[in-house]
């Protein structure tokens, strides 16, 4: 995603067999009052990805609702109205963000999902001209 910036609003993203939304390196999405559930993945964020989520409803089983890499620079902001159902992956930093007083609630599952499999939208197949995506 580089330094793409996206927004959407009213939108359902759903039934994907990869993460509803990613973005890495210096990507950056805005959601404002869209729904994202049943895909393999929620919300997720690489490098320095950013997130804007607002008044989002997130409904994750399979994989993390929210992940946000632990050893990197992402930056997501939750607020006003959000509302999370699934397993969040992230440091201790970015989980104080997922507050009522912030505007977000968040219902945590009973057992946390696992990364994805290496099948699917993930499966690898080398290609000495190609990276893995």
Known sequence: MNQAVVTMTSCHVRDNKAPGFEATHEG?????????????????????GRCDV?????IEHKAPAIL????ANTQPKFSRGTIIHGFVMANDADLDKLTPERGVMWQKPEAAPSLPGEDGAFKFEYNMFTRKQ
Request: net charge negative; hydrophobic share 35%; charged share 20%.
């Open 28 to 48: 950056t999405f805005i959601l404002d009052r869209c729904h994202v559930h049943e895909n393999v993945g929620g919300i997720w964020l690489w490098e320095n």
């Open 54 to 58: 607002r008044g989002t409803v997130i």
């Open 68 to 71: 946000c890499d632990p050893g």
